[in-house]
């Protein structure tokens, strides 16, 4: 995920700064966090990685790494549904929490990576 986020926005960049960003994921972000899915990397695992640069010290790379993984969450590409599994999806989050009103839902839905309008979602 992080690779790709480089790449749609390696374009905007200088080569040098290009090669900073990807070197930093490299040495400070991949060897903890890069074999992971995005969605199972909390918040603790973020700032047990920015901890660990503190500690070099190097708290100005730990800024930037935090602004970088930042990006990637950002930017991470909605997962695209089709009809039939979104409203499998909603079955199941209704099974478990049957009093979600389209705001929850929508909540739920975009929690997942599902990022859905709300009149798509009903009441």
């Not at 905007?12 to 972000?29: A, F, G, I, N, P």
């Not at 901890?51 to 730990?62: K, Q, V």
């Not at 930017?75 to 009809?83: S, T, V, Y």
């Not at 499998?88 to 009093?99: G, L, N």
């Amino acid at each position: 995920m992080a690779r790709d986020w480089h790449k749609m926005s390696a374009p905007q960049w200088t080569e040098t700064h290009c090669y900073d960003v990807l070197h930093s994921l490299e040495r400070d972000v991949f060897p903890t966090l890069g074999n992971r899915e995005i969605g199972d990397i909390s918040a603790t695992d973020v700032l047990d990685v920015l901890r660990a640069i503190e500690d070099r010290p190097a708290i100005e790379t730990a800024k930037r790494v935090r602004q970088r993984i930042s990006a990637v969450y950002y930017d991470k590409p909605a997962i695209r549904i089709n009809d039939t599994a979104l409203v499998e999806t909603m079955a199941a989050i209704s099974e478990s929490f049957e009093a979600y009103g389209y705001r929850r839902m929508q909540a739920a839905l975009r929690h997942r990576g599902l990022i859905v309008n709300h009149k798509k979602i009903g009441d």
